[in-house]
């Protein structure tokens, strides 16, 4: 099914009989058995307002094609989405709607937040086939609860989105990277820890075996000139930097670590581990094998044994561990939450889709 | 503005409900005296008082979960206090309610430097939890107006705003965590010092909603390093329009100042007659911050002269000292409290698109001529938050509702050009019956049946928000 308007979709789940897969490009997250609900027949910017710093998109749009929009403008979405399709194998276009419905946020989350934060209104159809918005277009909203961010990051289980509206960022003129080589996950992290700390408004700090640990400075051109001075001094303890000024090459870097490039075709499961940044090092130990490091040590990825359960080594450690690549019968995917707050979301699912038919039970 | 009438039952059990609290609170938490009561009988929208049932002031988590399980128990229904600041009467007080203030939990648990946390007792202050850290080099962003009273909790109900949120976001962006007390008295732990949540964000949902699905009585915030320096510029302009444009093309130049604040020129004139900041006479201007080291801001305030010399600025004041940037936010800083020396005020707080803002100023101007009620603006202008003060005389019979009508039409023109009720302070009680405006009934369900899960029998803040008519059913009178 590939509704083209909002009323057609909307018809469609009220007239669903069973279970509903619903997909964007079908490049993100498990995907849900049932019949195939397409949102890619919604299609489109619907307002873009460069001078507003505001975009409102229908779900069903290419990332690629927001991307390029915004970029035409020197603007872009501040969250710095990934591309998953490379780390799980399935070929096919993002689109916006899949990276909302992931909280899909890349390195720029530790100083501009998530996709979330950005997020600022959207509309969807919830499991009775009901259109609902909420938020809007204007950067500064609170009026009614904040549906939207219940939204971002729900896996289309509460609802199909139709149309999301962001808040954006103009593309800064400069951009320089520094990268020190050769530290280990420990040492990676204090240095994280040391920039982001920093008044130099750091805005991505991240661990990429081989390459080494990386610092991004982003702004006009003199300040950068000026705050690379300053973090190379700063940093000095963790050996001598190597700062990468052309913003293509450094691009490439911040895109592996956005990607998790190192996994990608390689054997084993992957885990997202959402940790604070000060249990990295420690999480890297117990697991032992290869990690990429991103938000200054407070997202792991990791690669595992293929059907081995990651979780279970780092017990104790707050946070969350989820399998985003492989498959088991015995370990879930995703990380159980405490029994109050599982409650909690089981009866906010049944509010917005009682009949359980919206991306129910995940498959690999 | 109506309430619902009080529970009759309830009026009739204050004893047995005052003395089942006082069985699991220290003696000086409870306060059943009417003379004491009255302390609590409003918020910062004063013009509606109603002293509660009784008021509590526990001490930790656990006092406020026994608490809240009486009140549940008895059937009572529950107000959350933070410091009272609320300008939508999100802490008003019904007849029948019990005040459950959080102002003695005030305490700092954790800093961390390195993973750049606090987490505090959620009825410590805005402005102290930044106190606690400066002396190292940090602060916490949000910076409401009233954030030498206002508490942290509070801020979460509201998801307040303030001044420098163009760059750093408002409170939903800078929270990482809450211990939340539901109505039944459980006590749920919501995110922490990691970065996302691992099913729904609970948490986005839970900041914001002014006190109707739970009690937080701790938080996790997210601190940043101080810049090493900031720098105001004051712009003048002889037309409101043209101070809009210049605002747009700043932005859309890619220079992102810290804040862009916008007066026209009934505020200036106030303000000046009350503070004497020495603001030029014109009929707009716009105070507007870049942060960095000397010469990261030179860069930025060069870029922004640019701008505004295309648009023929009457003035263009930078300041070079201390001093003098503290003369340029004098203004801007009293605007409130002058206003509030020449009359009595209504603030608003919706938020239109930048883009409507020339359309919308002239039609403020048209609406304050026909309502013969004056009124200035004041704003945060990078975002399009827009603050129009309403003038009235409280004293003079059918004022009031005179300013009240006007207030509603501003509102509904805010949403009608695609913006919103409230940007940063709330709906409370105040823009509740303006709900049906922004919202379809289909909205306002999916938004209902969020509380429906948190506080089934809706006793927690149960009148505010939704428009009484639509929560009829779920209050039970």
């Keep these: 099914m590939r509704p083209t308007t909002e009323d057609d979709l909307a018809a469609l789940v009220r007239g669903a009989t069973g279970p509903l897969r619903v997909q964007g490009g079908g490049t993100r997250g498990p995907l849900a058995e049932g019949d195939v609900l397409e949102t890619a027949g919604l299609s489109g910017i619907v307002l873009y307002e460069p001078a507003a710093l505001t975009l409102v998109v229908r779900a069903g749009t290419p990332l690629a094609e927001v991307q390029a929009a915004l970029a035409a403008e020197d603007q872009r979405l501040p969250f710095e989405p990934g591309e998953m399709g490379g780390l799980l194998g399935r070929p096919g276009d993002s689109t916006i709607g899949g990276v909302v419905a992931t909280n899909a946020s890349g390195p720029r989350r530790v100083q501009a937040g998530a996709c979330r934060d950005s997020l600022i209104g959207v509309?969807?159809?919830?499991?009775?086939?009901?259109?609902?918005?909420?938020?809007?277009?204007?950067?500064?909203?609170?009026?009614?609860?904040?549906?939207?961010?219940?939204?971002?990051?729900?896996?289309?289980?509460?609802?199909?989105?139709t149309e999301v509206a962001f808040k954006l960022q103009p593309i800064p003129p400069a951009t320089a990277t520094l990268i020190l080589p050769g530290l280990t996950p420990a040492r990676a992290v204090a240095a994280m820890s040391a920039a982001l700390g920093s008044p130099f408004d750091v805005t991505g700090a991240a661990h990429l075996p081989g390459t080494g640990t990386l610092i991004r400075l982003e702004g006009l051109a003199a300040s950068i000139a000026y705050r690379v001075d300053r973090l190379l001094v700063a940093l000095a303890p963790f050996g001598q930097a190597v700062v990468e000024r052309d913003p293509a090459a450094a691009a490439a870097l911040w895109q592996q670590v956005r990607d998790a490039a190192p996994f990608h075709g390689r054997e084993g499961d992957v885990w997202r581990i959402s940790v604070r940044p000060s249990d990295g090092p420690e999480v890297a130990a117990r697991l032992g094998g290869e990690v990429v490091m991103d938000w200054g040590g407070g997202l792991i990825w990791a690669l595992y044994p293929a059907g081995m359960d990651a979780r279970a080594q780092l017990a104790g450690i707050a946070g969350h561990a989820t399998r985003v690549r492989g498959a088991s019968a015995n370990v879930p995917a995703a990380a159980p939450e405490p029994a109050p707050v599982a409650a909690l979301t089981a009866a906010l699912r049944a509010q917005f889709d009682p009949r359980g038919i919206l991306n129910g039970e995940a498959s690999q | 503005?109506?309430?619902?009438?009080?529970?009759?039952?309830?009026?009739?059990?204050?004893?047995?409900?005052?003395?089942?609290?006082?069985?699991?609170?220290?003696?000086?938490?409870?306060?059943?005296?009417?003379?004491?009561?009255?302390?609590?009988?409003?918020?910062?929208?004063?013009?509606?008082?109603?002293?509660?049932?009784?008021?509590?002031?526990?001490?930790?988590?656990?006092?406020?979960?026994?608490?809240?399980?009486?009140?549940?128990?008895?059937?009572?229904?529950?107000?959350?206090?933070?410091?009272?600041?609320?300008?939508?009467?999100?802490?008003?007080?019904?007849?029948?309610?019990?005040?459950?203030?959080?102002?003695?939990?005030?305490?700092?648990?954790?800093?961390?430097?390195?993973?750049?946390?606090?987490?505090?007792?959620?009825?410590?202050?805005?402005?102290?939890?930044?106190?606690?850290?400066?002396?190292?080099?940090?602060?916490?962003?949000?910076?409401?107006?009233?954030?030498?009273?206002?508490?942290?909790?509070?801020?979460?109900?509201?998801?307040?705003?303030?001044?420098?949120?163009?760059?750093?976001?408002?409170?939903?962006?800078?929270?990482?965590?809450?211990?939340?007390?539901?109505?039944?008295?459980?006590?749920?732990?919501?995110?922490?010092?990691?970065?996302?949540?691992?099913?729904?964000?609970?948490?986005?949902?839970?900041?914001?909603?002014?006190?109707?699905?739970?009690?937080?009585?701790?938080?996790?915030?997210?601190?940043?390093?101080?810049?090493?320096?900031?720098?105001?510029?004051?712009?003048?302009?002889?037309?409101?329009?043209?101070a809009g444009a210049c605002v747009a093309d700043i932005i859309r130049a890619g220079v992102l100042p810290v804040a862009i604040e916008f007066m026209d020129r009934p505020c200036i004139r106030a303000t000046e007659d009350f503070a004497h900041a020495g603001y030029p006479d014109c009929e707009?201007?716009?105070?507007?911050?870049?942060?960095?080291?000397?010469?990261?801001?030179?860069?930025?305030?060069?870029?922004?002269?640019?701008?505004?010399?295309?648009?023929?600025?009457?003035?263009?004041?930078?300041?070079?000292?201390?001093?003098?940037?503290?003369?340029?936010?004098?203004?801007?800083?009293?605007?409130?409290?002058?206003?509030?020396?020449?009359?009595?005020?209504?603030?608003?707080?919706?938020?239109?698109?930048?883009?409507?803002?020339?359309?919308?100023?002239?039609?403020?101007?048209?609406?304050?001529?026909?309502?013969?009620?004056?009124?200035?603006?004041?704003?945060?202008?990078?975002?399009?938050?827009?603050?129009?003060?309403?003038?009235?005389?409280?004293?003079?019979?059918?004022?009031?509702?005179?300013?009240?009508?006007?207030?509603?039409?501003?509102?509904?023109?805010?949403?009608?050009?695609?913006?919103?009720?409230?940007?940063?302070?709330?709906?409370?009680?105040?823009?509740?019956?303006?709900?049906?405006?922004?919202?379809?009934?289909?909205?306002?369900?999916?938004?209902?049946?969020v509380?429906?899960?948190?506080?089934?029998?809706?006793?927690?803040?149960?009148?505010?928000?939704?428009?009484?008519?639509?929560?009829?059913?779920?209050r039970g009178n």
């Design chain 1, 123 to 161: 509309r969807f159809v919830d499991g009775r086939g009901t259109v609902i918005k909420n938020g809007g277009r204007v950067m500064k909203n609170v009026t009614g609860y904040d549906l939207v961010k219940l939204l971002a990051g729900s896996h289309g289980t509460l609802g199909v989105l």
């Design chain 2, 284 to 449: 707009a201007l716009l105070i507007i911050e870049v942060e960095g080291s000397p010469a990261e801001i030179d860069e930025q305030l060069g870029l922004i002269r640019t701008i505004a010399e295309r648009h023929s600025p009457v003035e263009f004041r930078e300041s070079r000292s201390e001093e003098e940037s503290k003369r340029i936010w004098l203004g801007r800083k009293s605007a409130f409290g002058a206003m509030g020396q020449i009359n009595d005020y209504m603030c608003l707080d919706g938020t239109i698109p930048v883009s409507a803002l020339p359309r919308v100023l002239r039609r403020i101007g048209e609406l304050s001529a026909e309502y013969g009620l004056e009124v200035a603006n004041v704003f945060h202008a990078g975002d399009g938050n827009m603050h129009p003060l309403i003038l009235y005389h409280a004293n003079t019979p059918g004022q009031l509702e005179l300013c009240e009508k006007l207030g509603a039409e501003i509102l509904t023109l805010c949403v009608e050009v695609g913006g919103c009720l409230t940007g940063e302070h709330g709906v409370g009680i105040e823009k509740r019956d303006l709900m049906t405006v922004q919202f379809t009934p289909a909205d306002l369900e999916a938004q209902m049946r």
């Design chain 2, 1 to 242: 503005m109506q309430m619902p009438a009080p529970d009759a039952r309830t009026l009739g059990r204050k004893p047995v409900i005052v003395a089942r609290l006082r069985e699991v609170l220290p003696a000086d938490a409870v306060i059943d005296d009417p003379v004491e009561l009255r302390a609590y009988e409003c918020d910062a929208l004063a013009a509606y008082r109603c002293p509660p049932l009784a008021a509590i002031l526990p001490r930790s988590t656990a006092e406020v979960a026994a608490a809240l399980k009486v009140c549940l128990a008895e059937g009572v229904k529950v107000v959350p206090r933070g410091a009272g600041t609320s300008l939508a009467g999100g802490a008003m007080p019904s007849e029948d309610s019990v005040i459950l203030g959080i102002a003695r939990m005030t305490r700092v648990l954790e800093v961390d430097y390195a993973d750049r946390i606090i987490r505090v007792e959620a009825g410590r202050t805005n402005l102290s939890v930044t106190g606690a850290i400066e002396s190292d080099g940090f602060f916490y962003a949000p910076d409401p107006s009233s954030q030498l009273a206002c508490a942290i909790a509070g801020n979460i109900a509201m998801n307040s705003g303030g001044a420098h949120c163009l760059k750093y976001g408002v409170t939903t962006n800078n929270l990482l965590g809450v211990t939340l007390v539901t109505m039944a008295g459980e006590v749920l732990e919501i995110g922490g010092a990691h970065l996302d949540a691992p099913g729904l964000d609970l948490l986005g949902v839970i900041c914001g909603s002014e006190g109707q699905l739970g009690v937080v009585t701790e938080a996790t915030l997210r601190i940043l390093a101080k810049p090493e320096g900031a720098l105001p510029v004051l712009i003048g302009f002889d037309s409101s329009e043209v």
């Design chain 2, 451 to 474: 509380k429906d899960v948190f506080d089934p029998a809706w006793l927690l803040n149960p009148a505010k928000v939704f428009p009484l008519a639509a929560s009829a059913g779920r």
